[in-house]
């Protein structure tokens, strides 16, 4: 299991300095019908949450 998760999204509540991720878990989907992707384009991932 990777170590380090590493994220450019500033306005996010887990984004830490040096562009970390400080979430316990990371929750990425696809967006076609299955469960399959073939690029990075074609995923999202849903544990961004917005800074207040």
Same mark, same amino acid.
């Given at each position: 299991?990777?170590?380090?998760?590493? !994220? $450019?999204?500033?306005? !996010? =509540?887990?984004?830490? =300095?040096?562009?970390? !991720? &400080?979430?316990?878990?990371?929750?990425?989907?696809? @967006?076609?019908? +299955?469960? $399959?992707? +073939? &690029?990075? $384009? $074609?995923?999202? !991932?849903? &544990?961004?949450?917005?800074? @207040?």
């Amino acid at each position: 299991m990777a170590q380090d998760v590493l !994220c $450019e999204v500033n306005n !996010c =509540t887990y984004w830490s =300095t040096g562009n970390e !991720c &400080t979430a316990d878990v990371i929750y990425v989907v696809n @967006h076609g019908k +299955s469960n $399959e992707a +073939s &690029t990075s $384009e $074609e995923t999202d !991932c849903k &544990t961004f949450k917005p800074k @207040h």
